[in-house]
C-alpha cells in the first residue's frame, strides 16, 4: 500500500468556479437595454388590462367587488374632505367651544361615516383580493407547467428554453402579489385624483407643486426597478444552473453518490461561489440605486418644501381662509399619501409588468410551438410503420444525428438496434414516435405520414420505455397507469405487475398498489433501480400499445428479471410492433431483424447468426462484450 505524500497534497488545484454562461442571439437581449423611459410607463394600463382580464377569468365576482370598493374608497374620499371642510368653519369660528362642537357636528358625523365606509370597502377589497390571487396563481402555474408539457420536444434542444422558462417562473411567482399592486395601485390613484380635485377647488396653485414634489420619486422608482430587472436578467442563466444542482446535491435518492465520492465539498463551494456571482452583479447595481434615491429624494424635497412654503403664504397673506387652509393642510396631506402610494404602486406594477412579459412571451412561444401538424388521426392496428430517407440535426448541432434512415417496420416482427453511444438510436426512436419530425425524408404510420397526423391519436397507440425514464411520486397504481386507468378494478394493473414478475414486491409493500413510491414523503417507500425498471416496463405494458419501443429496458435488473422481461416481449410480440435498443447483444437473439448504427446510419442489418459471423461492427461488439 502508498499513501499520498503530504506535499502532493498541498500543490493539489483548486477547483475550478463555474462556468460563465453568456447566450447571443434574440434571447440573449435584455428587452429593456433599448426601452425609454416613457415607454416603460406606458406598460403600466396595459398590464393594469392583463391583470384585470386574468382576474376576470379567475374569478368574477371578486374582481366586481373589487371595483365597487375602489368606487366606494373614491366616493368616501372626496366625501370626508368636503366635510371637513364644511367643519372647518364653525371650528374655527366664533362662539364658545360647545356652539363651535355643535355646528361642526353634522359635518364631523358625515366625516365619521365616510370615514368607516372607506374602512369598510378596505376589508372587502382584502377579502377579494384573498379569494382571487390563488386562483390566479394556480392558473398561470398551470398554464405554464401545460405550456412546458404540450411544446414540441425539439424545443428543449434550442438555445435558451431552458431560461425562457426560468424567467417565466419568476412571472407566476408575481402573479401572487399582482392583484394586491394593481389594487393598491388603482386605489391610490383614485384617492389622490379626488384629494387633488378638492385642493384644485381650494387652491390651483398647490395642485401642479404637490405633482411635481412626487414625480422626482416616480422617475426613481421606474428607474430602480429597472436596475433590478437588469439584475435579474444577468441572473437568469446562473440561478437556472443552481437551482438544478441544488435539486440534484440535495435529493436523498443521490445522497449516496454524493458521500461516497466526497462530492460534498466541492458541490458546497460550487453553490457558494454560484451564489456569490449573482451577489456580485446585485451589489454592483447598489450604487446605482443610492443615486437614482438620492437625486429624486432631493428634487422632491425642494419642490415639497415649496408647497408647504406657498401653503403658509397663501395662509399669512390672507388669500385664503382660515379655515380653507386647515383644509388645505389636510388635502395637502391626503394627497401627498395617495402620490407616494400611487409611485409605489406604479413601481410595483411596472416591476411586474417585466416579468409578466417574460411569462407571457414563453406562453406565447410555448403555444407556437405546440404540435400542429394536421387533422388526420391514426387508428388502430398499426400494421406497418415505414422511414424513408430520414433525417434529423438537432439546433445548433454541426452534424445529423440521424442521416437517410430507410427502414420498414410490421406488425408481429421485433426489431433490435444496436450501436454505440451517439450513434443515432434514442434519436431514431423520437423519430418513429413522432416526438420528433424529420428535417428530410418521411415517417409514415399505415401509409400516412406523420407530419399530418394529430400527434396525440399516434402517442395514443405507442408505449415506450426510456433509458432514462422517471421515478413518479405516486402510489403504485398511478405509476402504472399514469393517470390512464381502463378500468375501476385493478385487474389489469395486476396484469401489469405480473408480467414484468414484480407482484410478490408489491404486495410486501405496506400497502400494496395503494403505497406512496417516495421515501422523502410521509407514509412513503423507495424501490430498487430494478424494481423502478420493471414498474417503467409495467407502465408500457399497460397501454397495449400498439408500438411497443424498449431502450435498454433491464440494464438495472438482476438476470431472472431481465429473462423473464425478454419473455414477455416475446410472448406479446404478435400483437404488436416491437423495437428494442439494447447494448446488451446476446439479447437481439429474440428478435427478427437486428439494424446496427453508426453516426446516425444503417450500416449493418440482418439476424444474429448473419451479423454474429459476419465479421462487421456487430461481430467487433459481440467479441468485446464475451471478452471478460
Known amino acids: 500500500m502508498t499513501s499520498t505524500p503530504v506535499n502532493a497534497q498541498q500543490t493539489a488545484p483548486p477547483p475550478p468556479p463555474p462556468a460563465e454562461i453568456t447566450y447571443s442571439g434574440p434571447h440573449g437581449v435584455n428587452p429593456l437595454a433599448a426601452a425609454s423611459f416613457r415607454r416603460m410607463c406606458g406598460q403600466i394600463p396595459s398590464v393594469l388590462g392583463r391583470i384585470a382580464r386574468l382576474s376576470w377569468r379567475a374569478d368574477r365576482r371578486a374582481v366586481q367587488l373589487l ?11 372626496a366625501v370626508l374632505l368636503t366635510a371637513t371642510a364644511r367643519a372647518m368653519v364653525p371650528v374655527l369660528g366664533a362662539g364658545s367651544a360647545g356652539e363651535r ?36 396563481t394556480t392558473e398561470t402555474d398551470s398554464a405554464l407547467v401545460e405550456a412546458v408539457c404540450r411544446v414540441e420536444a425539439v424545443a428543449y434542444a434550442e438555445e435558451g428554453f431552458a431560461d425562457r422558462r426560468e424567467a417565466a417562473e419568476m412571472g407566476v411567482t408575481r402573479t ?25 377647488v381650494l387652491n390651483p396653485l398647490l395642485l401642479p407643486l404637490l405633482l411635481l414634489a412626487v414625480l422626482p420619486a416616480g422617475a426613481g422608482a421606474v428607474l430602480s426597478a429597472r436596475v433590478d430587472y437588469e439584475i435579474h436578467y444577468a441572473n437568469v442563466a446562473d440561478r437556472n444552473v443552481r437551482g438544478m444542482m441544488r435539486w440534484w446535491a440535495t435529493e436523498s435518492r443521490y445522497s449516496d453518490e454524493v458521500r461516497a465520492n466526497s462530492m460534498t465539498d466541492y458541490l458546497v463551494y460550487w453553490y457558494r461561489a454560484l451564489s456569490d456571482r449573482c451577489d456580485r452583479r446585485s451589489l454592483a447595481a447598489a450604487p446605482r440605486t443610492l443615486r437614482i434615491a438620492l437625486l429624486s429624494a432631493v428634487a422632491g424635497g425642494v419642490f415639497l418644501l415649496a408647497t408647504w412654503g406657498a401653503l403658509a403664504w397663501l395662509a ?64 388502430a392496428p398499426v400494421d406497418e410503420i415505414r422511414l424513408e430517407e430520414v433525417g434529423y440535426q438537432y439546433p445548433g ?35 418513429l414516435t413522432g416526438v420528433y419530425l424529420p428535417d428530410k425524408g418521411t415517417v409514415s404510420w399505415n ?3 406523420l407530419s399530418g397526423v394529430d400527434p396525440a391519436t399516434v402517442w395514443a397507440h405507442t408505449g415506450l420505455v426510456p433509458q432514462i425514464f422517471a421515478q413518479w411520486p405516486l402510489r403504485v397504481r398511478e405509476n402504472v397507469t399514469l393517470g390512464q386507468p381502463r378500468t375501476h378494478d385493478d385487474a389489469p394493473v395486476w396484469e401489469a405487475v405480473d408480467a414484468v414478475g414484480l407482484r410478490d414486491a408489491v404486495e410486501d409493500l405496506p400497502a400494496g398498489l395503494d403505497t406512496l413510491l417516495a421515501r422523502d414523503l410521509w407514509g412513503g417507500t423507495e424501490l430498487s433501480g430494478g424494481q423502478w425498471q420493471r ?28 429473462h423473464q422481461i425478454f419473455e414477455q416481449i416475446k410472448a406479446i410480440a404478435a400483437d404488436r410492433i416491437t423495437l428494442v435498443v439494447t447494448h446488451r447483444l446476446e439479447n437481439t ?3 427478427d431483424h437486428i439494424i446496427v448504427m453508426e453516426h446516425g446510419r444503417i450500416t449493418e442489418q440482418g439476424r444474429y447468426d448473419e451479423l454474429a459471423h459476419g465479421g462487421g461492427t456487430f461481430a467487433e461488439l459481440l467479441a468485446l462484450s464475451q471478452d471478460r
Open 67 to 77: 371595483v365597487g370598493c375602489q368606487l366606494v374608497t373614491g366616493v368616501s374620499a
Open 101 to 136: 362642537l355643535r355646528g361642526a357636528l353634522p359635518a364631523l358625523l358625515v366625516v365619521a361615516v365616510a370615514a368607516a365606509l372607506a374602512r369598510a370597502a378596505g376589508a372587502v377589497s382584502s377579502y377579494a383580493e384573498r379569494r382571487v390571487t390563488p386562483r390566479l
Open 176 to 200: 401572487h402579489v399582482m392583484v394586491t399592486d394593481a389594487q393598491r395601485f388603482v386605489s391610490a390613484v383614485i384617492r389622490m385624483v379626488t384629494a387633488g380635485g378638492v385642493l384644485s
Open 316 to 379: 399669512v397673506s390672507g388669500r385664503i381662509d382660515l379655515a380653507v387652509a386647515a383644509t388645505a393642510v389636510i388635502a395637502v396631506q391626503t394627497t401627498l399619501a395617495a402620490l407616494s402610494q400611487v409611485v409605489v404602486g406604479a413601481a410595483a406594477v411596472f416591476h411586474t409588468s417585466l416579468y409578466l412579459g417574460d411569462m407571457q412571451s414563453f406562453l406565447d412561444g410555448a403555444a407556437a410551438r405546440a404540435p400542429r401538424r394536421g387533422p388526420r388521426r391514426l387508428a
Open 397 to 431: 448541432k454541426d452534424k445529423p444525428a440521424v442521416d437517410g434512415v430507410s427502414l420498414t417496420l410490421r406488425r408481429g416482427q421485433i426489431l433490435a438496434i444496436v450501436g454505440a453511444n451517439g450513434s443515432g438510436k434514442s434519436t431514431l426512436t423520437r423519430l
Open 447 to 449: 401509409g400516412t405520414d
Open 535 to 562: 414498474i417503467a416496463c409495467s407502465r408500457a405494458l399497460y397501454r397495449r400499445p400498439e408500438l411497443l419501443i424498449l431502450d435498454e429496458p433491464t440494464s438495472q435488473m438482476d438476470p431472472r428479471g431481465e
Open 589 to 591: 437473439r429474440i428478435a
